[in-house]
């Protein structure tokens, strides 16, 4: 599912830029032929530089996307690089794209990694960053999850309780 995502977003791109270049005499592409795969999220440009920012979140402060939905990280990841794949990936979907600081956050600690299937994942402190599946804006419902998922604060030290 990832591959073909991240198929779809390459041909969107190159077609783009050619489209850019020169008039092309290939059809449109027909992302409705493509199955549930193709999401507007997933070739959307805001998609691609999403907010990071600093919420109130269970009374305190934390960090999350744009949307307001918190961001968590996995104890199990080392810096820079993920441990969370496949199932793990589906429960807690990682903050993909190159994020921008929105308010409280230090834009320098705000950062990308490849995953292995190569999408950029959002990392804080070199940390890749998630959110958790079933969580609505305001919603901490991972924090502390199985000992190993937990919020950040605006230096990125994680809320352990």
Known sequence: MFLRRFALLAAVITAGALGACAESTAPPVDTKAA???ASPVAASPSAARAAVRIANVGGRKALVDQEGRTLYVFLR???GRSACLDKCAVTWPPMVGD???????DGFLLSTHVRPDGTLQTTYRDLP??????DKPGDANGQGMDGAWFMLDENGDMYQW
């Open 129 to 134: 960053l998630y959110r958790f599946g079933t």
């Open 99 to 105: 994020a921008v600081n929105g308010d409280g956050v």
């Open 35 to 37: 199955g549930p795969a």
């Open 77 to 79: 990841d080392a810096k």
